[in-house]
């Protein structure tokens, strides 16, 4: 009997497994994007019952063709670029001093009991808030960009450090100095790795804060960039460039949150988190 | 015991000095930077007020306070019409895992595209004042909201649902006694986040697109480059949005989870 072949019988069923789970990932893919398609067809419906002026709505047609337009005009990958640079500047400086502070905070209880609620409060007063000063005092300039950018994602940073630093087991720091393990030693292999995951969340969301003030910026400051883009596009009466931007902007954070940021969040928090319990 | 008493009591009377003032350091210490700065090098008031001049403006300045009123009547409008929304929409919503499996990616997408982002779509369609202004509140905090409501609903476990079902309540029974206040954590956090988000993006509409408000008043004071106005202005959003979310909003979040969070007893 060859029915009874075990080896081809496994290979058969890892096969219609493997085809049964594309098949979940397909439907998956069109599950997501139904919504959207549902959005898309009622934009166009209103767009044709309606038919408002094309300074207030355009159908999504033209949104598409704003979008190879831009794009053969080389306007809009060299702003999403610029938008990227400021971005990435930013990041850098929040990561070089958020998270030395935050170390700071969470290794000494004396500091943070007095850094705290001053920390608090500036978070608090939103880093849109200071933008007029900002403009008075550097003109509308890449610095006050720069500025808004890193006020803003500095204290999920600083936060999220300490906590981390802060939820560090003393035991496990105990531990490694009674086997004689020394200071640096105990920093590098029981805080660093430890406090990891709960930087990396506070990384994400201070990228994710720092975009959106980001975006506010540009409307203000203007010089190029995605914020610019849009605002640009609505002081034209460019509509369709207007929702182009809003899209490529989502579509972008989008990206960065899931492709980036969200997947290094979880290997950190899978290889060096705590499990509870 | 009695011997002791008096000592632990003129330590907790220093500790709660200690309490106090160790925190205001931080703040002392800006405020003594800040008037050194201003004493040696007498920046002109562009550049860096004097502290009693930033003090003074509630005081000194009429239009502060009509803008002031502004911004939050604007952020309770907002507000209020986003909760209601959201939490009814959300409640329906949640009911059924297929709509809101179905929702899901949309509430991500525009979460993503965040309610400052719609400014300028809003004055095109809106116009520049307060209609505007509130339909960027209630884009803000509606799919934080929503996506909070909806999230809570599904999470519910169905074993309570269905044991209430049994002893023969009807859906509405359902609704009220299980799913609405099983929720009701999340429902909260959606609340308070988006009271968060929804003062932020009162601030940015007002900056760009209105006549009067907070945002729009510190950013006309920055034309006249008076910079006491602006600090004034900047730190009265920050108090206000602290304010609003320690003394209204953490509490109530803090009281929905002891009542009707489902914390598991750890003892």
Redesign the interface.
């Known amino acids: 009997m060859e029915s009874l072949d075990l080896g081809r019988l496994t290979e058969n069923m890892l096969a219609q497994h493997r085809r049964s789970e594309r098949n979940e990932k397909i439907f998956g893919i069109f599950?997501?994007?139904?919504?959207?398609v549902g959005?898309i067809a009622l934009w166009w419906g209103v767009h044709a019952i309606f038919d408002p002026s094309p300074?207030?709505?355009v159908a999504p047609d033209k949104v598409v063709d704003a979008f190879f337009e831009s794009v053969g005009e080389g306007v809009l990958p060299a702003y999403i670029l610029q938008s990227l640079q400021r971005l990435g500047f930013g990041v850098i400086i929040g990561v070089v001093v958020g998270i030395p502070v935050g170390w700071l905070l969470g290794l000494d209880k004396?500091i943070a009991?007095?850094?705290?609620?001053?920390l608090?409060?500036?978070n608090?007063?939103?880093g849109?808030?200071?933008?007029?000063?900002l403009?008075?005092?550097f003109g509308f300039t890449e610095r006050t960009i720069s500025s808004i950018i890193i006020y803003t994602m500095i204290f999920p940073v600083v936060f999220n450090t300490m906590v981390g630093v802060r939820t560090v087991p003393p035991v496990l720091r105990d531990a490694a100095r009674s086997m004689g393990a020394s200071w640096p030693r105990i920093i590098k292999d029981v805080y660093v790795p430890g406090s990891f995951p709960s930087v990396m969340t506070g990384l994400r969301l201070g990228i994710g804060f720092g975009w959106?003030a980001l975006?506010?910026g540009e409307?203000?400051v203007g010089g190029g960039g995605l914020?610019f883009f849009?605002?640009d596009?609505?002081t034209a009466?460019v509509?369709e460039r207007?929702?182009l931007?809003?899209?490529v902007?989502?579509?972008l954070?989008?990206m960065i949150?899931r492709l980036i940021l969200r997947p290094v969040e979880e290997y950190t928090a899978t290889k060096w988190g705590m499990v509870r319990q | 015991m009695t011997a002791l008493a008096p000592v632990g009591a003129r330590q907790t009377i220093w500790d709660r000095v200690k309490v106090v003032l160790v925190p205001a350091i931080p703040f002392l210490l800006i405020l003594a930077v800040w008037a050194s700065v201003r004493t040696i090098y007498d920046h002109p008031i562009s550049v860096l007020p004097r502290i009693i001049d930033v003090i003074e403006v509630p005081f000194r300045e009429e239009r502060y306070w009509s803008n002031v009123r502004a911004s939050i009547w604007r952020l309770v409008l907002g507000f209020t019409v986003a909760a209601t929304t959201g939490i009814f929409v959300g409640l329906i919503a949640g009911l059924s895992r297929r709509v809101a499996q179905t929702l899901n990616p949309l509430v991500t997408a525009m979460n993503a595209i965040s309610g400052i982002a719609w400014i300028p779509l809003a004055i095109a369609w809106l116009g520049v004042g307060t209609s505007m202004v509130v339909f960027i509140i209630w884009n803000a905090a509606f799919f934080l909201i929503f996506g909070n409501t909806m999230l809570g609903v599904r999470l519910t476990p169905q074993i309570l649902e269905e044991s209430l079902l049994t002893l023969g309540a009807n859906r509405w029974d359902v609704i009220r006694q299980v799913v609405f206040p099983g929720a009701l954590p999340y429902i909260m956090s959606g609340l308070r986040a988006g009271l968060g988000f929804g003062w932020r993006a009162v601030i940015a509409a007002e900056l760009v697109g209105a006549t009067s408000g907070l945002g729009q008043w510190i950013f006309e004071q920055q034309e006249f480059a008076r910079a006491d106005n602006i600090v004034a202005g900047a730190l009265t959003i920050g108090v206000i949005g602290l304010l609003m979310d320690r003394v209204l909003l953490a509490p109530l979040e803090r009281r929905t989870i002891e009542r009707w969070g489902l914390v598991e007893s750890s003892a």
């Open positions: 599950r997501a994007l139904g919504p959207f959005l300074t207030k709505l004396e009991k007095a850094a705290e609620p001053t608090r409060f500036f608090a007063v939103s849109i808030a200071w933008l007029p000063l403009v008075t005092w959106r975006i506010a409307f203000v914020g849009i605002f596009a609505r009466g509509i207007v929702m931007g809003m899209i902007l989502g579509v954070w989008l949150d």
